[in-house]
């Protein structure tokens, strides 16, 4: 639900902490791109401002823009403030003691100093091996909110017709209730991500209650997967400097998104997919969702439409975790390159 806001370029010098987002820049630093050959650099965590211009990298993409940043400078990708009315309905679900949260409140009072902070154990999916290959345009779609039994089958079968890895970011609410459709993601060689139990605004949450909504999702990823991710996507792009800690410090990757498609918001087929060949590029990651909107039976229509279209213009289509593998490879690259060259 509402990842309807979008952190476009431009926004925050210095906002991201290394390791704590996924930054993606399409720019190669002035000097390197000859040598290195990729047109995807993908530079992690690191602090860049974005910019239109040539030479320096270009683009800082965050789902961030709950904090009061601009929309879409760089591309002119509308950007909206409004809160989706399913989020309401899925604010409705009840965690039903499946969370069973320790932090919660303050009523034991007393006790509060004598519980120890919630923490988060380390994600156990690995990192992604991936070698992009010179030339390589890589681009990831995303799924947000799902999983459920409505959406979520058709578009894992037009992924599977296709040969196109997507991934997922589910909230726990859905894991809880679709367990098998988080093992059919996961066995269809997806990507998954945690995106939180309650589908939460965790900028206006506590230390407690942000791992919670994480550790929450962890158990029910573990439950029904055997594994716990280690990428998180933030409800509505709503992130905090306390997010950004947390994340990091559990060794989590933030991850936000370059073209936001509005499927949830009822955008027309042709209107959409306008959008993403409009905006996509390479290191980019588009925005769908699979849950949460009476619109998506447009996600499942547009999904082939650009696929073929993104292909046709030479893209490889990649999980998330695949496209940071590639971004740590081509720092590497060109760090060496840089030190090579003095
Ligand atoms: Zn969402």
């Known amino acids: 639900m509402g990842d309807g806001?979008?952190?476009?370029?431009g926004r925050g010098k210095g906002r991201w902490t290394k390791g704590?987002?996924?930054?993606?820049?399409?720019?190669?630093?002035?000097?390197?791109?000859?040598?290195?050959?990729?047109?995807v650099l993908l530079n992690k965590g690191d602090s860049?401002?974005?910019?239109s211009?040539?030479?320096g990298r270009?683009?800082?993409?965050?789902?961030?823009?709950a904090k009061g940043?601009?929309?879409?400078?760089?591309?002119?990708?509308?950007?909206?403030?409004?809160?989706?009315?399913?989020?309401?309905?899925?604010?409705?679900?009840?965690?039903?003691g499946a969370t069973n949260a320790p932090h919660s409140g303050g009523a034991s009072g007393d006790a509060a100093a004598a519980t120890p902070p919630v923490k988060l154990e380390n994600p156990t999916d690995g990192t992604a091996h991936f070698a992009a290959k010179q030339g390589d345009k890589l681009i990831a779609l995303t799924f947000d909110d799902g999983p459920d039994h409505r959406y979520t089958p058709d578009l894992l079968e037009v992924l599977k017709e296709s040969d196109v890895k997507a991934t997922f970011f589910m909230v726990g609410t859905q894991v809880k209730k679709y367990p098998d459709m988080v093992k059919q993601i996961v066995a269809d060689g997806h990507g998954i991500g945690?995106?939180?139990?309650?589908?939460?605004?965790?900028?206006?949450?506590?230390?407690?209650?942000?791992?919670?909504?994480i550790k929450t999702t962890d158990a029910l990823f573990q439950h029904a997967v055997g594994f716990v991710p280690h990428l998180v996507r933030a409800p509505y792009g709503s992130v905090s400097d306390l997010l950004k800690s947390i994340v990091s410090d559990n060794r989590r990757e933030l991850v936000g998104w370059t073209v936001d498609t509005k499927d949830w918001d009822g955008a027309t087929v042709t209107a959409m997919r306008s959008n993403v060949n409009k905006n996509a590029r390479p290191g980019g990651i588009v925005l769908m969702h699979s849950f949460g909107s009476k619109h998506l039976r447009n996600t499942v229509k547009l999904l082939p439409l650009i696929i073929e279209?993104?292909?046709?213009?030479?893209?490889?289509?990649?999980?998330?975790?695949?496209?940071?593998?590639?971004?740590?490879?081509?720092?590497?690259?060109?760090?060496?390159?840089?030190k090579k060259m003095g």
Request: with cysteine; charged share 20%.
């Open 5 to 9: 806001e979008i952190g476009m370029a």
């Open 20 to 39: 704590a987002a996924l930054a993606l820049a399409v720019a190669m630093t002035a000097g390197c791109s000859a040598q290195t050959g990729l047109e």
């Open 58 to 65: 270009s683009e800082e993409l965050l789902g961030d823009a």
């Open 48 to 51: 860049t401002t974005a910019s």
């Open 194 to 213: 945690n995106h939180t139990y309650h589908h939460a605004n965790l900028a206006k949450l506590n230390e407690n209650e942000i791992i919670q909504e």
């Open 53 to 55: 211009s040539a030479g």
């Open 69 to 96: 940043g601009q929309p879409g400078a760089a591309q002119g990708i509308a950007s909206t403030d409004k809160a989706r009315p399913e989020d309401a309905n899925l604010a409705a679900f009840e965690p039903n």
């Open 309 to 338: 279209d993104l292909r046709a213009k030479g893209y490889t289509f990649v999980t998330v975790d695949e496209l940071l593998a590639a971004k740590a490879q081509n720092k590497k690259a060109a760090q060496a390159h840089s």
